[in-house]
């Protein structure tokens, strides 16, 4: 494709994602200069379609950014009221107390939200503020200046036939060029990870861990409706078969989110995320609260995991990763969305004074001190044990141990374990389908529990056809011949999508179909596969998910 030509067109500022963070550093690059040029592209049909949180929401990020939020009608309406554990069996419940846990366990003073609706509203600010927004603008390649450095992207490039390439309706796209480039792609995004490897930027740094968080609206009875309850849970179904757990957010109108997570480190390659989530719902304490509700909607997205020591180097010439492009997710809490915020903030002040000084197209390494020392990794370090505890001792050693190395941190600010490490990526702790036996999970019912193809239809999502798979792979043959005898074809199972599939024929060898229309933009293929073999890239722009209020 070297030969096309593209218009360019020039900003000071280039942001790739139309998310917490992206939306933050383009408001406070604004605030500080209203003549800054800003451009946010965005791959989602509109501003929230590819916004999927739990959410309950520190506001402490808004309150930096925004203090007069509420004046201003953010969509945050429901605080927190009642904050509740439980460990399940598979049959009841017991209740953690609240004492024993650290401060920065609690929920007081936060809010249940819809991440959607909040970068919704935090966009129309930033427009309001003369920041150019455009959805449905796939941001396919980087481009790089005379020295290396990174000054734009290719952005909304359309029409591409399923061999990739031009067809009849090709759009070539443009490249937008920066003086910096603000990469705020969400978890594992296909450029931060190209920047990520071109630059060595994981070097010296722990393996990133994930999760895979799976999430339904439900409409349920107002009888059995609290709005500002909060309720977190562990243990049964996963057990000892992975790490995980779940979460229950009572929020207005009679709704309530509905989400499981089930991190990515686990062995058994037999282990069905999505099904031990739809298992969940069939616990008595769960089933009682949804008996006569209707799920609405339906999602999934990975989850950085792996904190503090996990973090790459946040910065290159020309460009910066943001938010959860580089991982700030706050485990125990459950929380990433303000420290993604502060992200955007931080960035945004780094390159504004860069671009008062005349700089342009070099490192901001004021943005990663600013996280590394400030706000952002004073949350984080005081929890960076909790991940490699839980991974390494499982959840009852992890609650006992982790909880004491938290207060530690909390009171002391530091620890007598110092800084744990991950070890092995959630790939590479695969093991071998012959050490483990087969798992049988109960079929949905169709009331409280669906299959992944009828649950896709509620996450809207929609993919041309003719266009070239945004999945691909490096070795076509791993599939079906190693990934399927070594490890019993994992990605028909960790896929929350149903996109792989195994298609056996009556004296035919097996063959691998990646249904990509099916695709929700998760990315846990392109993190659990085992051989590593799958790629995630973005499809054209305004494809995957139309997520109306996640």
């Not at 359309?158 to 990469?183: C, I, Q, R, T």
């Not at 502060?342 to 860069?354: C, H, I, P, T, V």
């Not at 959630?426 to 012959?434: C, P, R």
Request: proline share 7%.
């Amino acid at each position: 494709m070297a030969e096309i030509e593209r218009e360019a067109m020039e900003y000071d500022v280039v942001i790739v994602g139309a998310g917490p963070a992206g939306l933050s550093a383009a408001i406070r690059l604004k605030q500080l200069d209203a003549d800054c040029n800003v451009v946010v592209l965005e791959k989602g049909s509109e501003v929230g379609a590819h916004i999927l949180s739990g959410a309950v929401l520190d506001p402490c990020g808004l309150d930096a950014l925004i203090p007069d939020w509420k004046e201003k009608g953010a969509p945050l309406n429901v605080p927190v009221v009642e904050d509740n554990f439980y460990a399940l069996g598979a049959s009841g419940e017991v209740r953690i107390p609240n004492f024993p846990m650290p401060p920065l366990m609690s929920n007081h003073g936060n809010y249940i939200v819809s991440m959607g609706n909040v970068c919704r509203w935090m966009a129309e600010q930033a427009e309001e503020m003369g920041v150019e927004i455009f959805p449905g603008m796939s941001c396919s390649e980087l481009v790089y200046g005379e020295n290396g450095e990174v000054k734009g992207v290719v952005a909304g490039e359309m029409g591409l036939g399923a061999d990739g390439k031009p067809g009849p309706s090709y759009e070539p796209g443009m490249e937008l060029h920066g003086k910096y480039v603000f990469l705020s792609e969400g978890v594992r995004g296909s450029l931060s990870k190209q920047v990520i490897e071109k630059f060595d930027l994981a070097k010296g740094k722990e393996t990133q861990k994930y999760g895979l968080g799976m999430k339904e609206i439900w409409e349920i009875d107002p009888a059995k409706h609290r709005e500002g309850s909060v309720t977190h849970t562990m243990g049964w179904p996963l057990g000892k078969k992975a790490g995980g757990g779940s979460f229950i957010y009572h929020l207005e109108n009679n709704q309530v989110y509905v989400g499981f997570v089930v991190h990515l480190g686990y062995k058994n390659p037999y282990v069905f995320p999505y099904m031990e989530f739809q298992q969940f719902k069939h616990h008595p304490m769960v089933a009682e609260m949804l008996k006569g509700g209707k799920r609405v909607a339906y999602g999934a997205r990975a989850i950085t995991e792996g904190g503090y020591q996990s973090m790459p180097k946040m910065v290159a010439p020309g460009v910066a990763l943001l938010g959860c492009s580089v991982g700030m997710v706050n485990l125990p809490r459950i929380k990433g969305n303000h420290n993604a915020m502060l992200s955007g903030k931080a960035a945004a002040e780094a390159a504004f004074e860069a671009i008062k000084a005349g700089r342009s197209g070099d490192e901001l390494p004021e943005y990663e001190s600013e996280v590394r020392n400030g706000a952002i990794g004073k949350d984080l370090y005081k929890v960076r044990n909790v991940k490699p505890l839980w991974s390494k001792f499982g959840l009852v050693a992890s609650l006992a141990v982790g909880g004491f190395d938290m207060w530690c941190n909390t009171l002391f600010g530091g620890s007598l374990m110092g800084t744990l490490k991950h070890g092995k990526s959630d790939a590479e702790v695969t093991e071998l389908a012959s050490k483990h036996e087969k798992i049988e999970y109960p079929k949905p019912d169709g009331t409280l529990s669906f299959d992944r193809l009828t649950n896709v239809a509620f996450s809207f999502t929609n993919h041309e056809e003719s266009q070239p798979a945004h999945l691909t792979l490096k070795d076509p043959s791993v599939p079906v011949d190693v990934n399927l005898p070594k490890y019993a074809g994992p990605s028909a199972r960790y896929c929350p999508a149903g996109v792989y599939e195994f298609v056996e024929e009556a004296g035919k060898d097996p063959r691998f179909v990646i249904n990509f229309q099916n695709c929700v933009h998760c990315k846990a293929c392109d993190i659990k596969d085992p051989s590593q073999n799958i790629v995630w890239t973005t499809p054209q722009g305004g494809d995957g998910p139309n997520y109306p209020n996640m």
